[in-house]
């Protein structure tokens, strides 16, 4: 017997979202970020260097290296795609060529969010209550607006900005955790002749998820997928045939068995490759303070799934009579698995990433219930955030071109010094046009027109997409210098000269990596047989140089220093015998 269903929508209510509308959306928020600016500290460059050690082929394939070292790389697909980019697009910088896959893996992600939605909300038990004199909301327009307010509500997500914009493995999870999401949302709608692509599709999402360092995630996932459908069918089908003749739940057990046995291939390819290391990384341990790491982790879970967290919750209360049914349970399991991740294991926000598909398809499901004092307060507390971030922006990015107000020019100089602000029209412009956009879009949702399902979601979505669009053009140049090893490797290059071969000791691979691509320095690793005239040696690590390093060999030139960082700084040493004295460059006597 099918439960009563809480939503309560006419027809009038599901109205689409303007495609153009949403199309300029994804387009907002995709393409900035990824444009002018250099790789920055730390995921960001190193997986760079990665990259650009497999397309010179210094590096094997099957092993990711850099500097002819592992340092725990883990995931081969999105290291294959950054170097196939860099071969395939050799008149770009390689820095920006690596970029082009990351930005269709982050379009992937909303555009299987939006489908896997779309599917999901087509399900008969997430269908609106039916009126008694008709009105009530067709279902395939039902399924529309709230596969608009999927990706409105992942759009919004604050946690999505930064990590979504850069080229790591942690987008390449996310691109086919959202992948993996759609094919088990769109089983039971493919038509026949559709399976197979469906059965790739579910291929490629596990495969990938596996081979982006998250083969552990991948097999809870598949196998998670596996059991809703077993619960679907067997103890949901007999109601389902009779209110959706396009779902065909007799075929469902195939299904299963099919999404067991690619997860059993993927965990056997995973473990055979070594992707399969355990990392169980409990607060608390290693000798943090327990307290304090669950205060962390908490902070981050709210500000990170904002404001899809909310919205989730709600969906569960008021769905709570339909939790077995797979609009709510594949999103459900979707987005406990990262979150257990996030508590389980290092690198929380980049596990928690991985749970915002899902939780902005349990938020859409939210709106058809939502009172409209709940949604109006969602729109006024928005309206304040938003708007403040953006004055905020623009006050200081004035204050950097005129010094006016002088103390955010103040605050500006002393966090970020040896900062020089430049006036970029272009940057100007699409600010203010943006900001324009804001105004007019705040002015329509206060206007007096029919409602939306979706129309909860379009101030969060627009205000995200306007400071991340204005921190990526007025605060770029900022970010860039406050973010990036440019100025440290730079200053670095000045000193030793371009080209020239330097030995590192205790340097990070993502500092490494910017002093090859911003210094163009020829690296080596330290050896008790110098190679290199000069010696480059991470602060921290001074005291057991002594270790690897003849000391008597070097001479300490200098100390550089990250000027965005005071505690983060390299130790230049020179040697001191007078072949390398010949064949040095500036610093040569």
Same mark, same amino acid.
């Given at each position: 017997?099918?439960?009563?269903?809480?939503?309560?929508?006419?027809?009038?209510?599901?109205?689409?979202?303007?495609?153009?509308?949403?199309?300029?959306?994804?387009?907002?928020?995709?393409?900035?970020?990824?444009?002018?600016?250099?790789?920055?500290?730390?995921?960001?460059?190193?997986?760079?260097?990665?990259?650009?050690?497999?397309?010179?082929?210094?590096?094997?394939?099957?092993?990711?290296?850099?500097?002819?070292?592992?340092?725990?790389?883990?995931?081969?697909?999105?290291?294959?795609?950054?170097?196939?980019?860099?071969?395939?697009?050799?008149?770009?910088?390689?820095?920006?060529?690596?970029?082009?896959?990351?930005?269709?893996?982050?379009?992937?992600?909303?555009?299987?969010?939006?489908?896997?939605?779309?599917?999901?909300?087509?399900?008969?038990?997430?269908?609106?209550?039916?009126?008694?004199?008709?009105?009530?909301?067709?279902?395939?327009?039902?399924?529309?607006?709230? @596969?608009?307010? +999927?990706?409105?509500? #992942?759009?919004?997500? /604050? &946690? !999505?900005?930064?990590?979504?914009? %850069?080229? *790591?493995? =942690?987008?390449?999870?996310?691109?086919?955790?959202?992948?993996?999401?759609?094919?088990?949302?769109?089983?039971?709608?493919?038509?026949?002749?559709?399976?197979?692509?469906?059965?790739?599709?579910?291929?490629?999402?596990?495969?990938?998820? @596996?081979?982006? +360092?998250?083969?552990? #995630?991948?097999?809870? /996932? &598949? !196998?998670?997928?596996?059991?809703? %459908?077993? *619960?679907? =069918?067997?103890?949901?089908?007999?109601?389902?045939?009779?209110?959706?003749?396009?779902?065909?739940?007799?075929?469902?057990?195939?299904?299963?068995?099919?999404?067991?046995?690619?997860?059993?291939?993927?965990?056997?390819?995973?473990?055979?490759?070594?992707?399969?290391?355990?990392?169980?990384?409990?607060?608390?341990?290693?000798?943090?303070?327990?307290?304090?790491?669950?205060?962390?982790?908490?902070?981050?879970?709210?500000?990170?799934?904002?404001?899809?967290?909310?919205?989730?919750?709600?969906?569960?209360?008021?769905?709570?009579?339909?939790?077995?049914?797979?609009?709510?349970?594949?999103?459900?399991?979707?987005?406990?698995?990262?979150?257990?991740?996030?508590?389980?294991?290092?690198?929380?926000?980049?596990?928690?990433?991985?749970?915002?598909?899902?939780?902005?398809?349990?938020?859409?499901?939210?709106?058809?219930?939502?009172?409209?004092?709940?949604?109006?307060?969602?729109?006024?507390?928005?309206?304040?955030?938003?708007?403040?971030?953006?004055?905020?922006?623009?006050?200081?990015?004035?204050?950097?071109?005129?010094?006016?107000?002088?103390?955010?020019?103040?605050?500006?100089?002393?966090?970020?010094?040896?900062?020089?602000?430049?006036?970029?029209?272009?940057?100007?412009?699409?600010?203010?046009?943006?900001?324009?956009?804001?105004?007019?879009?705040?002015?329509?949702?206060?206007?007096?027109?029919?409602?939306?399902?979706?129309?909860?979601?379009?101030?969060?979505?627009?205000?995200?997409?306007?400071?991340?669009?204005?921190?990526?053009?007025?605060?770029?140049?900022?970010?860039?210098?406050?973010?990036?090893?440019?100025?440290?490797?730079?200053?670095?290059?000045?000193?030793?000269?371009?080209?020239?071969?330097?030995?590192?000791?205790?340097?990070?691979?993502?500092?490494?990596?910017?002093?090859?691509?911003?210094?163009?320095?020829?690296?080596?690793?330290?050896?008790?047989?110098?190679?290199?005239?000069?010696?480059?040696?991470?602060?921290?690590?001074?005291?057991?140089?002594?270790?690897?390093?003849?000391?008597?060999?070097?001479?300490?030139?200098?100390?550089?220093?990250?000027?965005?960082?005071?505690?983060?700084?390299?130790?230049?040493?020179?040697?001191?015998?007078?072949?390398?004295?010949?064949?040095?460059?500036?610093?040569?006597?």
């Amino acid at each position: 017997m099918n439960k009563p269903s809480p939503a309560i929508i006419a027809q009038s209510a599901v109205r689409r979202l303007p495609r153009l509308a949403l199309w300029l959306f994804c387009l907002a928020y995709v393409l900035p970020g990824f444009f002018g600016r250099a790789p920055w500290k730390n995921d960001d460059i190193a997986a760079f260097g990665v990259m650009h050690d497999l397309a010179s082929n210094a590096s094997d394939w099957l092993a990711p290296q850099f500097l002819g070292t592992a340092n725990g790389f883990d995931a081969l697909v999105p290291y294959w795609l950054g170097a196939l980019a860099i071969k395939g697009l050799p008149f770009l910088d390689p820095a920006f060529a690596v970029r082009i896959p990351f930005i269709l893996l982050l379009a992937l992600s909303l555009l299987a969010t939006w489908y896997a939605t779309y599917h999901l909300a087509q399900s008969p038990q997430a269908q609106p209550v039916a009126f008694a004199f008709g009105g009530e909301a067709n279902p395939a327009d039902y399924a529309r607006a709230v @596969a608009d307010a +999927g990706v409105l509500a #992942l759009i919004a997500s /604050l &946690g !999505l900005a930064q990590l979504s914009h %850069e080229t *790591t493995p =942690a987008l390449a999870q996310l691109g086919f955790t959202a992948l993996l999401f759609y094919a088990m949302a769109a089983r039971p709608y493919r038509r026949a002749n559709t399976v197979m692509g469906s059965s790739f599709v579910l291929l490629v999402g596990l495969t990938g998820l @596996a081979l982006s +360092g998250a083969p552990t #995630l991948a097999v809870l /996932l &598949g !196998l998670g997928g596996a059991l809703v %459908e077993w *619960t679907h =069918a067997r103890w949901g089908s007999s109601s389902a045939k009779d209110t959706d003749k396009h779902t065909a739940q007799e075929g469902s057990m195939p299904w299963v068995l099919l999404i067991v046995g690619i997860t059993t291939f993927v965990a056997w390819l995973a473990f055979m490759l070594d992707l399969w290391r355990w990392r169980i990384h409990l607060p608390g341990t290693g000798g943090h303070n327990a307290l304090s790491d669950w205060r962390k982790l908490g902070r981050l879970l709210l500000w990170f799934t904002w404001p899809a967290w909310p919205l989730a919750l709600w969906t569960l209360w008021r769905w709570r009579r339909q939790l077995a049914s797979r609009h709510v349970a594949l999103p459900l399991w979707f987005a406990a698995m990262p979150l257990l991740a996030t508590l389980t294991t290092p690198g929380a926000d980049r596990s928690l990433l991985l749970s915002l598909p899902p939780l902005a398809t349990l938020a859409a499901f939210a709106l058809p219930t939502l009172k409209r004092s709940v949604a109006s307060l969602v729109d006024w507390f928005t309206l304040l955030f938003f708007t403040s971030c953006g004055i905020i922006i623009w006050v200081v990015w004035i204050a950097m071109q005129t010094g006016v107000p002088r103390q955010p020019a103040a605050n500006v100089a002393k966090l970020a010094p040896g900062f020089e602000p430049s006036f970029s029209w272009l940057a100007f412009l699409i600010a203010g046009a943006a900001t324009l956009a804001w105004a007019w879009l705040v002015k329509w949702r206060a206007g007096r027109h029919r409602a939306a399902v979706w129309k909860s979601l379009v101030l969060p979505a627009g205000g995200a997409t306007l400071c991340w669009l204005l921190l990526m053009t007025l605060w770029l140049p900022l970010l860039d210098h406050a973010r990036s090893y440019a100025p440290l490797s730079r200053e670095v290059a000045k000193l030793v000269g371009s080209n020239s071969c330097v030995e590192i000791y205790g340097v990070s691979t993502a500092q490494a990596a910017a002093l090859r691509y911003h210094g163009q320095l020829k690296l080596q690793r330290a050896t008790p047989r110098p190679v290199c005239p000069y010696l480059l040696v991470e602060a921290t690590f001074q005291s057991t140089l002594g270790g690897t390093v003849h000391l008597p060999d070097w001479v300490l030139v200098t100390t550089v220093r990250r000027p965005a960082d005071r505690n983060e700084n390299v130790l230049l040493y020179k040697r001191s015998d007078d072949k390398a004295n010949k064949s040095s460059g500036p610093l040569a006597p």
